[in-house]
């Protein structure tokens, strides 16, 4: 049936706009695995994909033998898959077992609203495959996952134009996947599906924690920032701060501070050769060897004793990464200049709808995250480009973009108590609003 022309080439077109949207997350996965694709399935969906190692599964059975290890990163891909079967809560209860934390279940679907056109190109011949029997909306699927252990952590659509008319289709394509209404009217939506952390699980050893301190003119809160930390349950902790270019004895102080801590915490130290936060954040992580990674910033805004329920959230899993919220609670005195507060508002607003998922707060300082997922930020980084210069956004990005599952921690926002802020807000602004333009061309309208 697919070996004509004018079947094969909209559904081949059809197919290599829902891989660019599957291989955003599975570029940065172990391995793509389709599971028991349908007998009509030419595997082409498959072989479009970018990933490092893809097979297919044909047996059940061997659902098993995926890797189960904290580190491994599996994507299951699952293509038409709901739109075949009549129970979409028994297939993601038997395949939550095989599965980890790191696992994603890649779901591409129909849209319900259009099955009109689906009967209409099975009647003029322009499918390869059966008709579709269940059409299911967004809604439903995500109340079916969560009641069979999953969530739905990104949902991206993949076409509106099945052709290229004139080379146009793809960016036609961009364009119409933007716009809040008319995205709703796309043939294919690929979901991903994060798998909640069962009993088991959760009952594991506690993981090591590293935690990032980035100090710029900060030598009255060295100490205070050891003395504030919490205990984190018993849990291998390591501190590292990374000094950048004071002028007021804080690198001094670090080392000071260190020395005389050494019998209670691993402290590490490091001065920085680059400039920024975001360079320090990169060097540091870069020298991080715990289990987990997470940063606190030295003006202690966001108080050290929070950074509990940062590690508490990730442990629970309640997401992969874990996001600071200050604007939850009112601010004390001064914390932050209105100026300051509305433009926060506004990105945390932009980068919602850009990233399709809810954030509160894109610029607090403390987020959370597995080091094997950092290290596959830094391949998205080389991938995506360096034009960061906070260190906020190249976080967010990929943490939505490889559909991580993201929690909010809400947090008040403290007065410094020492040291002034070195924020400028509109030079920065600028900057930071230039990162949302970035953010909107290459994952809202591109092919991320």
Known sequence: MGSSKSTTYPTTYLRSLVADRVSAVSRYCDELVQWLPHPWDSGELLELCDCPKKRSISDPTQLGELPRGGDARTALLLNGTFNYDFDIHKLLVEMRPALSRGSRVVAVCYNPY????YRLADAFGLRDAPLPTTFVTHAAISDIART???EVVRARTACHIPFSLFGLGDLL???L????????LALVTVLFLRPLPGSS?????PPSLSILIPARDERGNIEAALERLPDFGG?????????GHSTDGT???IQRVAAEWSDRISCLTFQQTGVGKADAVRFGFGHATKDLLTILDADLTMPPEHLARYY???CAGLGDFVNGSRLVYPMEGEAMRRLNLLGNVFFAKALSVILDMRISDTLCGTKLLARRDYERFVAWRRDFGDCDPFGDFELLFPAATMALGTVDVAVRYRDRTYGATSISRFRHGFQLLRMTAIGLWRIKLGKG
Do not use: C, H, K, T
């Open 148 to 150: 069979a252990g999953y």
């Open 201 to 205: 699980e959760r009952s594991e050893g």
């Open 173 to 175: 394509n961009r364009l």
């Open 177 to 184: 996947s933007a716009i809040p209404l008319l995205r709703q």
């Open 312 to 314: 508490d959230a990730w």
């Open 114 to 117: 259009l099955r009109w056109v």
């Open 251 to 253: 690198w001094e102080e």
């Open 235 to 243: 849990a291998d902790i390591e501190v590292i701060f990374v000094e």
